[in-house]
RNA sequence: CGGGGUGUAGCUCAGUUUGGUAGAGCGCUUGGUUCGGGACCAAGAGGCCGAGUGUUCAAGUCACUUCACUCCGACCA
């Protein structure tokens, strides 16, 4: 394996990832910048990575049973008002609309931080009988949260996401339905972004604004640091109280109803960028990427090569995302070029090859090479995809593993960080948000979450030595 | 929101200290030779020096304001 490295106007990432990032995505042309902070161009390159993301999990919510649905961009102050605790969380960070023309407006509009309120005002127009329920809804629209500190995909003011919004006649089935729906999320991560998560659920602090409880799925980037990848959550029946949803149960009384919401968004595609990213450029997982295999002709001047390119590529086209390069820059530009892309698969066809039938496949995420013949190029691809996706998996399980600590007190907290770096560490909780704070101001690493998968590290709380409740997952974040 | 850094050609940057006709490399265009890891030669095009106000005979350069990008914190899902 050759891992030297190819692309010089990269700033490597062990000597200042931060750079590296913003590197990647301006020179593999995912985002370009515009005239207002935090708000960017998703370029057609970023945009196919999301579409691809977009049509894979929009096939998994209507397995699931779920309708797209599309609610206003607009929320009246006095609807978004409704819920106490929800309008606490997202006041600080919503854009106001003041102004309709020159007229200013009776009442202001935010633009959506999340669309609850507006879900929650539908159904309560359109929910009377235990009959109706439940509704089982999805949008794709993108929302505003007016962030402070911004970076492309991570967190930008205006961003892409799906927001899943479903209401049940019981609190069981809500609860189902959360869990169901976070399941959903890991199975995306892991079988189509090669991503590995660890399933948990939120500390009571941490918790969306307005949920009884919420779980999400954590992902560690490369460099340590931890991605809150996905969230999933549930409201009980504290929105139904607040905006009046009721309806008739089978016992003909007046009821409330129990709701969930759950969401992702386009930074995954961040989180992509720094599980599999390297100091080469992208690399991305098959299942998404806009172009999987791309050809590279060699010496495409001499006669036969182009004609036999263009013939590989009709032959691959049935099932695979492959692209022909006719470009005259020359070959060593293309290698490095789609390497920056993260395409998958490149495939090298020259005369010599041509003259002996066979062509050279690289995977991306190695480098490696292989010979193999022109009429078995089909399946060589298919079986060179599935590689592919298996070792980034491999790889980014393989640093999780490397990166997770186990510890018992706070200084062993954070001898293991300034030794290692960045990373997760498991440690035990008594439960009292005293001791999550001081964690998070001793070590610097917050609670991401309380996993699913549970393992008595020690029977005293990292922080305080008092009884431990659970082991969390601590963590510092995007 | 606090602290640092940066805005000059499409990109990366020099020029600012000491005010005096706008620079380089890469990329781009045209033609030719090349082609198995970022090729070479020749000719060309390309700029309201982020925006605004001020000082000055004169501002890329000095002062103030503002916007954006970026890094570190705080906040945040």
């Known amino acids: 394996m050759d891992n030297r490295k190819m692309v010089d106007d990269i700033t490597s990432m062990d000597e200042d990832f931060a750079k590296w990032y913003t590197d990647i995505v301006k020179k593999a042309e995912l985002v370009g910048y515009t005239s207002i902070k935090g708000c960017l161009v998703i370029r057609p390159y970023g945009y196919a990575i999301w579409e691809n993301m977009q049509r894979i999990l929009d096939g998994m919510f ?18 978004l008002n409704k819920e106490k605790d929800h309008v606490e969380g997202f006041a600080p960070e919503v854009a106001w609309v003041t102004h309709g ?10 633009v959506r931080p999340t669309s609850e309120t507006l879900f929650c005002e539908h159904y309560s127009n359109i929910i009377h009988s ?34 899943g919004h479903t209401i049940h006649e019981t609190a069981a089935q809500a609860v189902e339905e959360t869990e169901k729906m976070l399941g959903v999320y890991a199975k995306f991560c892991e079988d189509a972004l090669a991503m590995p998560v660890v ?11 307005g949920a009884v409880s919420t779980y999400a799925i954590e992902a560690l980037m490369h460099d340590g640091k931890a991605l809150q990848a996905g969230t999933s959550h549930y409201f009980g029946d504290g929105f139904a109280r607040a905006f009046d949803i009721t309806f008739s149960d089978r016992e003909n009384k007046k009821s409330f109803p129990h709701q969930t919401s759950w969401g992702v ?6 989180g ?13 997982p098959p ?18 090569v182009i004609e036999k390119a263009r013939e590989l590529e009709q032959k691959l086209k049935a099932s695979v995302r492959v692209a022909l390069d006719e470009s005259d820059n020359s070959p060593g530009w293309k290698f490095a070029q789609y390497e920056m892309k993260g395409v998958p698969v490149r495939i090298e066809l020259g005369p010599r090859d041509i003259e002996n039938g066979e062509c050279v496949i690289v995977t991306r995420h190695n480098r490696e090479k292989t010979v193999v013949k022109l009429d078995g190029i089909v399946q060589a691809v298919e079986q060179k995809l599935r590689e592919v996706h298996d070792g980034l998996y491999k790889k980014a399980l393989e640093n999780r593993i490397k990166r997770t600590y186990d510890c018992k007190t706070t200084d062993e907290m954070i001898d293991v960080m300034r030794e290692n770096g960045d990373g997760f560490i498991r440690a035990m909780w008594c439960g009292s948000e005293e001791c999550e704070d001081a964690v998070k101001e001793k070590t610097g690493a917050g609670s991401r979450c309380i996993p699913f998968e549970q393992e008595s590290i020690s029977d005293k709380c990292v922080c305080c030595q008092r009884p431990a409740k659970t082991m969390v997952l601590w963590g510092k974040a995007y």
């Open 62 to 79: 209507k397995a699931t049973g779920h309708e797209n649905v599309c609610m206003p961009m607009f929320i009246p102050e006095s609807l």
């Open 101 to 110: 023309g020159s007229e200013k407006l009776e009442e202001r509009l935010c």
């Open 130 to 163: 235990y009959r109706d329920l439940p509704k089982l809804y999805n949008q794709w629209v993108s929302v505003v949260r007016w962030e402070k500190t911004t970076r492309p995909f991570l967190r930008s003011r205006e961003f892409l996401w799906q927001e």
């Open 199 to 209: 399933k948990g659920k939120k500390t009571e602090s941490d918790k969306f604004a």
């Open 265 to 270: 968004s386009t930074r995954l595609i961040g």
């Open 272 to 284: 992509i960028i720094m599980t599999h990213g390297d100091d080469n450029g992208l690399a991305l």
């Open 287 to 304: 299942a998404v990427a806009p172009i999987q295999a791309v050809i590279i002709p060699i010496a495409a001047h001499k006669g036969g």
